[in-house]
């Protein structure tokens, strides 16, 4: 069983900065991809960023340049690095895990505001 924890949300000027964390709980050794999603009030639950077990990246095409998914496997953290902030960024940020073999982890969002 895992557990997936978020963490460093808030209200941010457009152009600025943040980043977000995600702390799972245990070890993870295994072949996983760690993926962000984000949902705003009244639209679907969109992929953000992704990352696997390998080191491979993939980013959707509207933070792309400006966001980076990256992670700490010491610490059993992912975080996504938010840079340029707009306020179509604004929306619920989700972790999601997938370890090979298993279903779906999720942690329980972290709110992100940019406005000014």
């Known amino acids: 069983q895992v557990q997936l924890v978020e963490s460093g949300g808030g209200l941010v000027q457009p152009g600025g900065s943040l980043r977000l964390s995600c702390a799972a709980s245990g070890t993870i050794m295994a072949i996983y991809t760690l993926k962000w999603y984000r949902q705003a009030p009244g639209k679907q639950r969109d992929l953000v960023a992704a990352i696997t077990s390998g080191g491979s990246t993939n980013y959707a095409d509207s933070v792309k340049g400006r966001f980076t998914i990256s992670r700490d496997n010491v610490k059993n953290t992912a975080y996504l690095q938010m840079n340029s902030v707009q306020p179509e960024d604004t929306a619920v940020y989700y972790c999601?895990?997938?370890?090979?073999?298993?279903?779906?982890?999720w942690g329980q969002g972290t709110q992100v505001t940019v406005s000014s």
């Open positions: 999601n895990l997938v370890l090979a073999g298993s279903f779906p982890y």
